[in-house]
């Protein structure tokens, strides 16, 4: 392959790649205009001196590598937990984050607007004390729903970042983090997920991710579960009533016997034994 004929198709890789990713919540650069690794180069110098003897498993590895170099240096970034706190149904926009004093009295806060610690930013009287730290946030005034759309089509798209009629089911943003990013914890699950009281479960699923880049769901209302409530405890890692410490060890021992089975070596049966030794981690 000669070089303006590997670039060539370099380019037409790299646009189809953009074109791909867009839809996966991931973006990237046009090929064109994002500068060209140095492993990336090294694969090009050699096909355009005439490594024409490798095969195209080989090729497309050394491809492969190329990208996870820039991707990963694309999306590394410093934070290694992220808490999100949905206000479902909470206070207003302008009586919160942006109180609009400019705006006509039907849409401007009836609080009135205060200073906050980044000149000309205001915020409603009503956050004083998180005024004072404005500088630390980045506040996003500008995020909007259908008009049509009622909480739990509002509360799809926020976790999705796709209106609730697409015809495709597309991953929360918590599962995609924990595919890409994964966790340095992997005796926790990467995404757990409280949708409290009022939010339904449906509004949260992997989309086409696998059933591993699943929430851990807390307090959820179909279980009867509440956070608030004093003294509560995940349900899911309470020991079973009447499961003592000596059966809980006998039911160890049959599951290690098991192990030999051909079923516990099938690919189901690997991953069913992973999950049951986090469980016991925990």
């Not at 867009?22 to 090009?44: F, Q, Y």
Request: hydrophobic share 35%.
């Amino acid at each position: 392959m000669t070089r303006p004929l590997a670039q060539a198709r370099n380019g037409k890789l790299g646009a189809e790649h953009a074109s791909l990713s867009g839809k996966m919540l991931i973006r990237t650069r046009h090929r064109s205009e994002a500068p060209i690794d140095p492993a990336r180069r090294r694969m090009l110098k050699s096909l355009s001196a005439g490594a024409l003897g490798l095969s195209l498993p080989e090729w497309l590895a050394l491809e492969a590598r190329a990208k996870s170099q820039i991707a990963d240096a694309a999306i590394r970034g410093q934070a290694r937990q992220v808490l999100v706190i949905y206000e479902e149904g909470g206070i207003s926009q302008m009586d919160s984050f942006d109180p609009k004093p400019e705006a006509l009295a039907d849409h401007r806060s009836p609080f009135g607007p205060i200073p906050t610690s980044v000149p000309g930013t205001h915020f409603s009287s009503l956050m004083p004390l998180i005024a004072k730290q404005a500088h630390r946030l980045s506040v996003v005034r500008s995020m909007t729903s259908a008009a049509t759309a009622g909480h739990r089509e509002c509360c799809q798209e926020f976790f999705k970042g796709y209106r609730f009629n697409s015809p495709f089911d597309f991953p929360d943003i918590g599962s995609v983090v924990t595919d890409i990013l994964g966790t340095d914890r992997p005796e926790m699950p990467g995404y757990i997920f409280c949708p409290g009281i009022n939010m339904p479960n449906a509004v949260s699923s992997t989309g086409f991710l696998p059933a591993s880049r699943a929430p851990w769901k807390l307090g959820t209302k179909s279980l009867g579960e509440n956070l608030a409530e004093p003294g509560w405890e995940v349900r899911s890692l309470r020991p079973s009533k009447g499961l003592g410490r000596e059966r809980f060890s006998e039911r160890q021992h049959l599951l290690d016997s098991l192990d030999d089975s051909a079923v516990a070596r099938s690919s189901g049966g690997q991953a069913m034994r992973s999950h049951t030794e986090h469980a016991l981690d925990l």
